[in-house]
């Protein structure tokens, strides 16, 4: 029971959970309302083959990381330790090519491998970049933090084109439902991917000590902990400023409930983190400011809901 324990602990069941459900609320809030009547032939064998392929993917990836991050973890948190306390070395690689290999042998059967093959692609490429990720990117100056914010905006991204096919993008026969779906499609990878270059340069921030230790040329540690500071707090100005944009465009058509759970649940938290960032010093601090930067990443996601009812 303990292994099992740990095995969840090391794929990060929860994160786990949270890729599933973006991928599902993408498919049931924003595809089906759109595309109501209209499902292609297998449309749900598909998406859940993909669902599962994206969740064993970034699994490997949470194991591959662990992998080579045993000693910095070590310092920046010795408690939370996986591989090589509690499961082997040689499993957790083992585990690692497992679940990659699955993961892309899923993505080619959801597909029709003649007209998708650049999303099997796409995950190979994934899998790779999550590899070369945790062996040297994220011990670079923010590349590795633009990998992972591409990645989390892949989640999104994968679901979309399984459903259009890229020639179709931008000359579709049914424009206006076409050009709904684009532009959905775009907010919320945009969404993901600004709020997971905020969440990483936090991170570098709470681990800067370990990192600092074994050589890692991080944000914080290249840049100073100011000038990281600079760059969240403009990247949360941008957000901010692009969900107040949203509202207005909304607000027009009586979507006020959706508008009231925007400002409560994310630009306020969104304002709040900025707030406090700039008297944050401490990993425990810094640490705070990921889980309420996570608590955003959710909120953000859940108003997909919205869309399900007003589409």
């Known amino acids: 029971m303990r292994l099992i324990a740990a095995f969840f602990q090391l794929i990060r069941l929860p994160n786990l959970f949270f890729i599933a459900l973006t991928q599902t609320l993408f498919q049931y809030c924003i595809f089906y309302p759109l595309f109501r009547g209209e499902m292609p032939a297998g449309d749900n064998k598909q998406f859940i083959l993909l669902v599962i392929a994206s969740v064993l993917i970034a699994a490997a990836g949470y194991i591959i990381n662990d992998y080579f991050d045993v000693n910095i973890d070590q310092v920046n948190k010795p408690d939370k330790i996986v591989v090589d306390k509690l499961i082997h070395r040689r499993w ?116 800067m000590t370990g990192d600092a230790r074994y050589n890692c040329l991080t944000m914080p540690i290249a840049w100073g902990i100011n000038a990281t500071k600079i760059y969240v707090a403009v990247w949360l100005i941008v957000l901010v400023l692009m969900l107040l944009i949203i509202q207005a465009y909304i607000l027009p058509y009586g979507w006020w409930l959706p508008a009231i759970f925007c400002i409560l649940l994310i630009i306020y938290p969104l304002v709040n983190i900025f707030y406090r960032l700039f008297k944050s010093y401490t990993q425990h601090e810094f640490h705070n400011l990921s889980n309420r930067t996570k608590f955003v990443m959710l909120t953000g996601i859940l108003s997909m809901i919205f869309f399900g009812i007003y589409l």
Do not use: C
């Open 92 to 207: 957790a690689i083992a585990w690692h090519m497992i679940l990659s290999v699955s993961g892309i042998i899923l993505t080619a059967l959801a597909l029709p491998l003649l007209q998708k093959w650049y999303l099997v692609l796409g995950n190979i490429l994934v899998v790779i970049l999550l590899w070369f990720y945790s062996t040297t990117y994220k011990k670079s100056v923010l590349i590795g933090n633009v990998i992972i914010a591409l990645l989390t905006a892949w989640t999104i991204l994968i679901i979309y084109f399984s459903k259009i096919d890229i020639s179709d993008v931008f000359a579709a026969a049914d424009l206006e439902r076409q050009a709904k779906f684009f532009r959905l499609t775009v907010l919320y990878a945009s969404f993901a991917f600004i709020i997971s270059l905020v969440r990483e340069a936090i991170k570098d921030m709470e681990d």
